[in-house]
């Protein structure tokens, strides 16, 4: 099995609010990870010229960590813990959110949105909803 990076707009948030852990994984608009852009490029990250591409000069591409490395960030450096959940009974999954420094208050519910079909959309869907609560 392999981790689930996040999406270019998922990524696009983290770097807007701060996420900086040098991850040699990126995605473009495209939603493209590096292997699948030019030889340059590649050659670029392979050679470690690049070690963190949430730099402010790269635009139209941003470090892609993994879903639950960006979960971990947001609840040890936020404080938002993100729990994506199976309904059984809606047939999808779910995702809330609560916020540690405030007696683990809900403060995002993805219920209302309707149900996603995988853990890892419902997961996605909750990353960019807690992103989005940072000022």
């Not at 936020?78 to 809606?90: E, G, Q, S």
């Not at 999954?93 to 809900?106: A, P």
Request: net charge negative.
């Amino acid at each position: 099995m392999k981790e689930q990076l996040i999406t270019f707009e998922t990524a696009k948030l983290a770097k807007e609010k701060g996420f900086d852990i040098p991850i040699q994984h990126t995605v473009n608009k495209q939603n493209l990870v590096y292997s699948e852009y030019s030889k340059d490029l590649v050659k670029m990250i392979d050679t470690n010229v690049v070690d963190n591409w949430n730099d402010p000069k790269f635009i139209e591409i941003c470090s892609a960590p993994t879903q639950s490395l960006l979960q971990k960030w947001l609840r040890e450096v936020h404080k938002i813990n993100l729990v994506p959940d199976c309904m059984w009974i809606k047939g999808g999954y779910e995702c809330t959110g609560y916020d540690l420094n405030n007696e683990n208050k809900e403060i995002i519910s993805l219920t209302k949105y309707g149900k996603y079909p995988t853990y890892e959309e419902a997961l996605e869907a909750g990353l960019q909803e807690a992103l989005k609560l940072i000022s």
